[in-house]
C-alpha cells in the first residue's frame, strides 16, 4: 500500500500537495484539518482517507473522526493521534524525559504500535524510538499556518508485508 502522511492543514489542501499525493493509494491525516467537514470531504473525494480531529477542529469534524485511530496496516500495527509528542524539544537532550503527551503515551502503552503518526508541532520528525520500538512518523504542516523558517511538508512511503520502503518527503514553499 502507497501511503501519503499529512498534517495540520489548517483549512487548505493545497495544488502542490495534491499532485505530491497524487500516486498514493491512501491518505493519512494526523489532525487539525480545519475548515471542518467540508476539508475533510474534499480530501476524501480526492483519495480515501483516514484521519485523527486535531486541537483546532470543530464538534462536526469531532463526530466523524476520533482523537486516536488504531488500525492495521499490511502487518503492522498503527496508531495515529494529533497531540503525541510532548510540548518543547527538551526531552532530544534528556534521554530520561517523558517524550510523549500523556494520553498518547496511556495509549502506546496499551496498544504498542509499530508505527506511532501525530502532527501538531508543525515540527517533522521521523524517527524510532528506542523505548517503545515503534516509527514515530510526524510529517509537519502542510497548510499555510507555521513558523517561516519550517518549510511546509509531506510524507509518502509504501507499506507492504510488513515493511516500510521508499520513505519520501515533500517540501513546499510558505
Request: with cysteine; glycine share 12%; hydrophobic share 35%.
Amino acid at each position: 500500500m502507497f501511503i501519503g502522511l499529512i498534517s495540520d492543514t489548517h483549512g487548505v489542501f493545497p495544488e502542490d500537495v495534491k499532485k505530491f499525493l497524487e500516486p498514493v493509494d491512501v491518505i493519512w491525516h494526523a489532525g487539525d484539518f480545519g475548515g471542518g467537514l467540508a476539508l475533510a470531504d474534499e480530501i476524501r473525494k480526492f483519495k480515501p482517507l483516514v484521519g485523527v480531529y486535531g486541537n483546532i477542529d470543530g464538534a462536526d469534524l469531532r463526530k466523524e473522526y476520533p482523537r486516536v485511530q488504531k488500525f492495521e496496516c499490511e502487518g503492522l500495527k498503527v496508531m495515529m493521534t494529533h497531540i503525541g509528542l510532548r510540548k518543547g524539544s527538551y526531552w532530544a537532550f534528556n534521554p530520561g524525559a517523558r517524550k510523549y503527551d500523556i494520553f498518547a503515551e496511556s495509549d502506546i502503552e496499551s496498544y504498542r504500535p509499530d508505527i506511532f503518526v501525530c502532527g501538531h508541532t508543525h515540527i517533522p520528525q521521523v524517527f524510532r524510538d528506542s523505548t517503545y520500538g515503534f516509527l514515530l512518523m510526524n510529517p509537519g504542516a502542510c497548510g499555510y499556518e507555521g513558523p517561516r523558517e519550517v518549510p511546509r511538508m509531506a510524507l509518502r512511503f509504501k507499506i507492504s508485508g510488513g515493511v516500510i520502503s521508499s520513505l519520501e518527503k515533500c517540501e513546499f514553499p510558505r
